[in-house]
């Protein structure tokens, strides 16, 4: 009997010996030059993603409007819109869904208008007639710039809004291709310490608390057929918010910035860390922007917030 079980025993240590290792699961994921995605760069700088069983190439987009249509195709299966991209590709028949948060405000403000440099740009009024760069035609900063102008008696028509890569901007500002622009970090620092720009106002002040301006998003039918993997996903950048969270890890924190925005390493020790990172996404979040669309045409029915994000 003793042999028998030794021989069992030998038996399966030579097939775990024998057998290769699960794969990893592979997919896409698209993204712009934003430090919002802290998490997922450290989590795949840090080996979190890798040790989740996950298999991440990571891919920059030129704006958040190819997102939608990039995962519609199944060419990538992770993207990072913002909200309002979101709603709208649901308003138009596209089925995504949210899967993580980044941020909400306040803590994901990162960023303000900036005004050229010799433009004489001095308040919100000034912007009508002139260039405003924004990362993406539609995108937030479009909804919230146009608020912005409509709120302080202005009219937001008069306004030329030209999108312009996050980034370009700080060669737009130099150029006087625009005006004026609304770069995030780590791209805003940059410039007002550069001296191209300067800050013009704070639009996203008024925004209520708790609101999300970008997502972790999918089609609705991939994380259907995909809970593990999201849950792998989540499980990820929690793990990553943590080491995030440890100030003994910003120099590794802001290299992993630095590398997947492509700015330069230099530029690293100076880049501002994203705060207030989550991973839930809570359907009060999206609210806002549901509501600020239908007021500006951009929509044309009501959605219930809750339908946008996946179990």
Avoid: C
């Amino acid at each position: 009997m003793k042999l028998l079980r030794t021989l069992i025993a030998l038996a399966i240590v030579a097939g775990a010996i024998a057998s290769p290792a699960r794969a990893a699961t592979k997919l896409t994921f698209m993204h712009n030059a934003s430090a919002s995605f802290a998490a997922m760069f450290v989590a795949k700088d840090q080996g979190i993603l890798e040790k989740h069983g996950l298999d991440v190439e990571f891919t920059p987009a030129q704006s958040g409007a190819v997102m939608p249509p990039a995962l519609m195709s199944g060419s990538i299966q992770l993207a990072a819109p913002t909200a309002t991209v979101l709603v709208q590709a649901h308003a138009q028949g596209i089925d995504l869904v949210a899967i993580a948060n980044t941020a909400a405000y306040p803590s994901a403000a990162d960023g303000q208008i900036v005004g050229r440099a010799g433009s004489g740009l001095k308040d919100t009024r000034d912007l009508m007639g002139h260039k405003v760069g924004l990362p993406s035609l539609g995108g937030i900063f479009e909804v919230l710039l146009r608020d912005w102008v409509r709120k302080a008696g202005g009219d937001d028509t008069k306004v030329q809004w030209l999108e312009v890569q996050l980034r370009q901007m700080g060669d737009a500002l130099k150029s006087g291709l625009v005006d004026a622009a609304v770069p995030v970090e780590p791209f805003y620092s940059r410039i007002v310490q550069s001296g191209i720009g300067y800050p013009m106002g704070d639009f996203e002040a008024a925004i209520p608390a708790g609101t999300i301006p970008v997502l972790y998003a999918t089609t609705r039918s991939w994380a259907t057929e995909n809970p593990k993997v999201i849950a792998a996903l989540r499980a990820s950048m929690a793990e990553a918010i943590t080491f995030i969270k440890d100030p003994a890890n910003a120099t590794a924190v802001r290299a992993a910035i630095a590398a997947h925005t492509k700015l330069p390493p230099e530029a690293a020790a100076t880049l501002k860390i994203p705060a207030g990172l989550e991973v839930p996404v809570k359907p009060e979040g999206l609210q806002y922007w549901v509501t600020v669309m239908r007021q500006q045409g951009l929509i044309e029915h009501d959605i219930d917030p809750a339908s946008l994000i996946a179990p």
